[in-house]
């Protein structure tokens, strides 16, 4: 007798395959733009390399690395569906590093936005975009980081697992 299936693991993969099969069209058209559009690659100012300047240097790369990672992510999602124990795992992994990037790329921006100044509390318009800027994203990231927490939790519980005792293998149980 086969266990009752949830519908928590449809509904995520479903929710994963159609976000990274946008994320792989937009991929795709960022790589084509990257590679047939000359200015994206070329020096803003060669003199002063900062850090925006090794960004568009080092977009082909940037790109590329994102259109694996919504590549790996929507191959995924398909295992997920299939309840396949290694895309659990895998997606797992993944969750682990979109938090981490979630964490790390606001705390840069913000860094390179400010430049190394602290928050100033004044009530000029400057400064009063710049806290607003501020709590926008440590909202997002919040939000986000306890997003992909609860979602690790949850493919990480037992309760997911189910052990077929013929084969031995492990797959999703619902």
């Not at 976000?19 to 795709?28: E, K, N, R, V, W």
């Not at 000359?38 to 080092?58: C, G, Q, R, V, Y």
């Not at 390179?112 to 400064?127: A, N, R, V």
Request: hydrophobic share 50%; aromatic share 14%.
């Amino acid at each position: 007798m086969q266990p009752k299936k949830s519908s928590f693991v449809n509904t995520l993969s479903w929710i994963l395959i159609i976000i990274s099969g946008f994320g792989l069209l937009i991929s795709l058209l960022q790589n084509l733009m990257f590679h047939l559009i000359p200015a994206f690659t070329e020096s803003m100012n060669p003199s002063d390399p900062d850090m925006l300047d090794k960004i568009f240097t080092n977009g082909k790369l940037i790109v590329g690395f994102f259109g694996l990672a919504i590549l790996y992510t929507f191959i995924s999602s398909i295992g997920l569906l299939k309840r396949k124990n290694w895309a659990r795992i895998s997606l797992i992994c993944l969750f682990v590093f979109w938090m981490l990037w979630t964490i790390i790329t606001p705390t840069i921006q913000w860094i390179y936005f400010f430049e190394g100044d602290s928050l100033s509390l004044s009530t000029e318009p400057k400064d009063i975009i710049g806290i607003i800027v501020t709590i926008f994203l440590a909202i997002i990231v919040v939000g986000l980081s306890f997003l992909f927490g609860w979602l690790i939790k949850k493919l990480s519980s037992l309760s997911l697992i189910h052990i077929s005792e013929p084969t031995r293998q492990a797959e999703i149980s619902y």
